[in-house]
């Protein structure tokens, strides 16, 4: 009975979850995997019913158990390598900061590129002979680049266009790195650079950065609103398998 209860309530939640993700219109389909969560506990609740289970042929309900631990084992792993960066300051008077680019909307940027930014105007404001990088491509559902809609920002906010570099034919976030040293002045792997992202996509970030480099990479991670973090933590465990793989 308990089990059930469970299985029910985690359907129920995952499915108004979805909704939620999907109202905040972030050009993802990330709510599809709460969808798809809310139907893997319908069917648990489903399955416990009327003792379903043992209806089932030992051998597949043992392969069904162990994609679920596994599943869940990968998973674990993941958001802790997530969580070693989720703090991350970053060191002091680095050479360049790379912004990961996000969704530009038609009034500014959006929420999480916003706190991107304005993690790199508060260490940029603190360590004054630091450069810019602002990256990111114009998306289809996007009325100006990412990387130029991020110059705008930091200059309304004070930053000088001199300190300002921008990318803006990025479309993932090995390009928004890779682009991004490519137009560093004087580039060699004696500089050190910070990665600038939300919390959750900080260890991805260094992490690609780190394969891409040998500079002298840190992290700074920006703000997350926490309603919206477990749908971008869940989503980021498909971004680590992928670099991964």
């Not at 139907?39 to 648990?44: E, K, P, V």
Request: aromatic share 14%; proline share 2%; hydrophobic share 45%.
């Amino acid at each position: 009975m308990i089990k059930k209860i469970i299985y029910i309530a985690l359907a129920i939640l995952s499915l108004i979850y979805s909704v939620a993700v999907f109202m905040v219109g972030s050009g993802t389909f990330s709510f599809l995997m709460w969808i798809a969560a809310a139907i893997f506990f319908g069917f648990l609740f489903f399955m416990e019913f009327k003792n379903r289970w043992q209806k089932v042929p030992v051998f597949l309900r043992k392969v069904f158990k162990g994609m679920v631990v596994l599943g869940l084992t990968i998973f674990i792993i993941c958001q802790g390598c997530i969580l070693t960066h989720f703090f991350s300051m970053g060191t002091n008077n680095v050479d360049y900061i790379i912004v990961l680019g996000a969704q530009m909307r038609d009034w500014g940027p959006s929420v999480v590129y916003k706190y991107r930014l304005d993690a790199a105007i508060d260490y940029l404001n603190n360590n004054p002979n630091t450069i810019v990088v602002v990256t990111g491509g114009q998306g289809s559902n996007e009325s100006i680049s990412e990387g130029e809609g991020g110059k705008i920002y930091l200059v309304d906010h004070g930053i000088s266009e001199e300190r300002i570099v921008v990318e803006d034919r990025s479309v993932d976030t090995k390009q928004n790195i890779e682009n991004a040293l490519a137009l560093i002045d004087g580039y060699d792997d004696s500089l050190k650079i910070a990665i600038v992202t939300n919390n959750f996509h900080l260890f991805r970030g260094t992490y690609i950065a780190h394969r891409l480099t040998n500079a002298k990479i840190s992290g700074i991670a920006a703000y997350t609103e926490y309603q919206f973090l477990p749908n971008n933590m869940v989503r980021e465990t498909f971004g680590i398998l992928k670099d991964l793989f």
